[in-house]
């Protein structure tokens, strides 16, 4: 417990304590890059990639990376967060208010998923390092997952798409970074041979959605699981903007989900008179 009658310059700046940018008066260094330096020589996925992970991407990389964050910038105002941000906008908060009212849906459920698939992948992959067969590592990293989770499958299966552009653009990509010895591909073949699994018996191939590709592309490119939802977050957050902004510019108020005159159902008792208490 520092004593705060007597708190030295080294206590205060030892509270907060940072690897990520250092700053003083007229000078701003990103992982020790000078910010001007950056500005205009870095492209914006280079410059995430750079503060999560400490140094800069190769320019191949960089190109992957930067395809996963458009991929998942928007998927339309029925999707939760963007209806969200529009509706937000239309209470008087904000652009930020309905950016952040937004993003804070983005839990296990919508949002997480990506996140979620990347431990379903990674634990696949660790099983097969250990000397588990190819197929017997993809069975029992399922196995393991569901029994954890329940049988839902994170990363797989679409309730628009029943084949997902973005994974099929993306899965492309993976594929052409492979020959250029820019990942293994090693990600993609689990992701694809879990796809197999789940598809198994069903009259069509059950889709991989955006959260299995962009899981596979961020193991592949070397992300830990535990950054998958925040990437996954950046990117979608740039619809919720621009949602947003569009919506404010209707100067429509407290708009909600559906229009008024659709109603809703109620399903609760009859309607009863009221006695008061004797």
Known sequence: MINDKNLTTEQVTDWWETEIVDIAPGMIRIRGYEIQDLIGNVSFPSMIWLVLRGELPSEAQSHLFGAVLVAGVDHGPQAPVIAIARMAITCGIGINGAMA??????GDVHGGAGQQCMELLADIRARADKGAAFDEAVASGMAAFREEHGRFMPGFGHRFHTVDPRAVRLSALIREAQRQGVVSGRILAIAEA???????????????????????VLLELGFPPEMGRGIFILSRSVGACAHAYEQSLKGERIKGPTPPAAGFRYKGVPPRKFKAPQ
């Open 101 to 106: 009212s937004a993003i804070n849906v983005l």
């Open 194 to 216: 879990v796809q197999d699994s789940i598809s198994k018996g069903k009259s069509e191939r059950v889709a991989m959605n955006i959260d299995g590709i962009t899981a596979t």
